[in-house]
């Protein structure tokens, strides 16, 4: 059971000194892009990626609520990795 532990430990160290000072923090209220994972049926190198703009309403951790132009807000949590500054 130690070792299991000890393995544990090592990987987390490992992602947490990799993973430092990567994260893409943006400000309440600035503006982003989000990139669309789901495309549908339209694959191909035209297609637009990244759509938007969108505001930054909320954040906790690297994830972001978003919020359109009209001053709606989008239901779903955004991972920080799928946004970039417009």
Do not use: C
Request: aromatic fraction near 14%; hydrophobic fraction near 40%.
């Amino acid at each position: 059971m130690w070792h299991l532990e000890h393995e544990q430990q090592k990987k987390k160290a490992f992602v947490n000194r990799h993973r430092v000072g990567k994260e893409k923090l943006f400000d309440i209220g600035k503006p982003v892009l989000v990139f669309q994972i789901k495309m549908g049926s339209m694959l191909g190198k035209l297609w637009f990626r990244w759509t938007g703009p969108y505001w930054i309403v909320n954040n906790h951790d690297g994830t972001y609520h978003i919020g359109t132009l009209g001053s709606e807000v989008i239901p779903k949590w955004v991972n920080g990795v799928r946004l970039k500054p417009y």
